[in-house]
């Protein structure tokens, strides 16, 4: 039966535009805004446990960061106010937090111009990047500098007077026997009183950062789910079978930058899948990778190398999960 002329939609309430149909009522500087008040409790245990070194290397992170991103866009001719967004500041605090209290000034230099430069505007700017810019700089200043990249600030908590920084081993870095052998050391990794980068002290400030996310929905849950529950599972097995391989499950969940990563930077909207089942599996992906790493690797910690590996199978994981089309409904049997 065809419908008459008059009751068809006149061209004037017809809206022709391109995906996506439907948005969400948050910008974007609302959205870093509230991934940057997650990040705070970690920035604040990192300050008080490393001193004004931490704060320091934040903010010339965060500063350097922002200034790289002005720059390329007024060397390319773009607009220059895309700082405003708060990406590169969020950028500058993730870089700040994956490295050590105690690197000179011109490793945040360096650094934030791998991760705006390189890992972000070289693709056009936010949105195109397929990795996340903070761990590009990460990757490649540990394969740059490895000696500074692994020079660990010990906590101000019982430190000598008159000393601004001590170099120490991170956890991660020690054997099964000494991990062992340590007395509170799980107690002292969840509330932050250990060396290594600003963002991997305190287990409990990242997990309120996680939680905080997760309430505001921004990101998926799958990923750090998939992300630590492979990690607990794996080194379960392997601390079972073969202890003298790998520590207990909750000493790598703690350690390291385990929480860091699975919640502030695998789930970066923009480098991770955007299905529910794409994202639990690039969460076990990133953990079945850590996992391999830490325990049979020449590295002490693979969470910077599982995620990028995985940003990088993004769009096949994408193409390979099948979406749903926007209204379909199963036909109903007769």
Request: net charge positive; charged share 10%; with cysteine.
């Amino acid at each position: 039966m065809t419908q008459h002329p008059a009751q068809q939609p006149t061209n004037d309430s017809l809206i022709v535009s391109n995906s996506p149909h439907i948005r969400g009522k948050e910008t974007v500087p609302q959205i870093m805004s509230r991934v940057i008040y997650a990040l705070l409790p970690a920035c604040a245990a990192g300050i008080y446990f490393f001193g004004l070194s931490a704060l320091r290397v934040l903010t010339l992170c965060v500063f350097f960061c922002v200034g790289v991103e002005w720059l390329c866009r007024k060397l390319g001719g773009r607009n220059t106010d895309t700082w405003k967004d708060g990406s590169a500041i969020l950028t500058g605090l993730l870089l700040g937090m994956n490295l050590s209290a105690s690197v000179p000034w011109w490793i945040c230099l360096v650094g934030s111009i791998l991760a705006i430069g390189l890992g972000k505007q070289i693709f056009g700017g936010l949105g195109f990047n397929p990795f996340n810019p903070a761990l590009v700089a990460r990757v490649g200043l540990l394969i740059g500098f490895p000696q500074i990249m692994t020079t660990w600030a010990v906590p101000n908590l019982g430190k000598m007077s008159g000393v601004d920084v001590l170099s120490g081993a991170t956890p991660l870095g020690l054997s099964v026997e000494q991990v062992a052998a340590s007395d509170g050391l799980l107690q002292n990794l969840f509330y932050g009183n250990v060396g290594g980068c600003i963002g991997e002290t305190s287990a409990v400030a990242l997990l309120i950062g996680g939680l905080m996310l997760m309430f505001w929905r921004l990101i998926k849950w799958e990923i750090p789910l998939g992300f630590i529950g492979v990690v607990v599972a794996l080194t379960a097995i392997v601390n079972y079978h073969w202890p003298e391989l790998s520590s207990p499950p909750l000493f790598h969940v703690f350690a390291g930058g385990l929480l860091l990563g699975a919640f502030f930077m695998a789930t970066d909207m923009v480098t991770s899948p955007v299905t529910g089942r794409g994202a639990l599996v690039f969460g076990m992906g990133c953990g079945l990778i850590t996992s391999v790493i830490r325990i049979f690797g020449s590295y002490p910690e693979g969470v910077s190398f599982s995620i990028l590996i995985m940003n990088a199978l993004t769009p096949l994981i994408d193409r390979s999960i099948t979406r749903k089309p926007f209204g379909f409904r199963k036909e109903k049997k007769a």
